[in-house]
C-alpha cells in the first residue's frame, strides 16, 4: 500500500506563490500517475494537475492552467504542485491522489491553502 504525505500548504495573500509536496512510501505496486485535487467550503472536490509516473505527461483543469505547474520526482517518490499567481478561488484543502498498479489508489491527508484578497 501506498502512505501519501502533503507539506506546503499555508495562509497567504492574493498574486503570490506557493509549492505542495507529496512524499509516498510503502508502495508494492507500480505508479501510474499521481495528482492534486481540492476541495473549497460547501463544494465537490475537483480535479487540479495530474502527471503519469513513467512518461511525465501532465494535465490541468482550465482553472489553474497557466497558473499551476505539476512534476515529480521519481528517484523520491514525491510529487510537486507549483502554484502562481494565487487567487483567492484557489482556498481549499489540496489532497494528493496516487493511482498504483497492484495496490490501487492513495488519499493523502490533505493540506490547507488559504488566499486572502
Known amino acids: 500500500q501506498v502512505q501519501l504525505v502533503e507539506s506546503g500548504g499555508g495562509l497567504v495573500q492574493a498574486g503570490v506563490s506557493l509549492r505542495l509536496s507529496c512524499a509516498a512510501s510503502?508502495?508494492?505496486?507500480?505508479?501510474?500517475?499521481m495528482g492534486w485535487f481540492r476541495q473549497a467550503p460547501g463544494k465537490e472536490r475537483e480535479f487540479v494537475a495530474s502527471?503519469?509516473?513513467?512518461?511525465?505527461?501532465?494535465y490541468y483543469a482550465d482553472s489553474v492552467k497557466g497558473r499551476f505547474t505539476i512534476s515529480r520526482d521519481k528517484a523520491q517518490n514525491t510529487v510537486y504542485l507549483q502554484m502562481n499567481d494565487l487567487k483567492p478561488e484557489d482556498t481549499a484543502v489540496y489532497y494528493c491522489?496516487?493511482?498504483?498498479?497492484?495496490?490501487?489508489?492513495?488519499w493523502g491527508q490533505g493540506t490547507q491553502v488559504t488566499v486572502s484578497s
Open positions: 502527471i503519469r509516473w513513467s512518461g511525465g505527461a501532465a
Open positions: 491522489k496516487s493511482q498504483s498498479i497492484g495496490t490501487g489508489d492513495s
Open positions: 510503502g508502495r508494492t505496486g507500480s505508479t501510474y500517475d
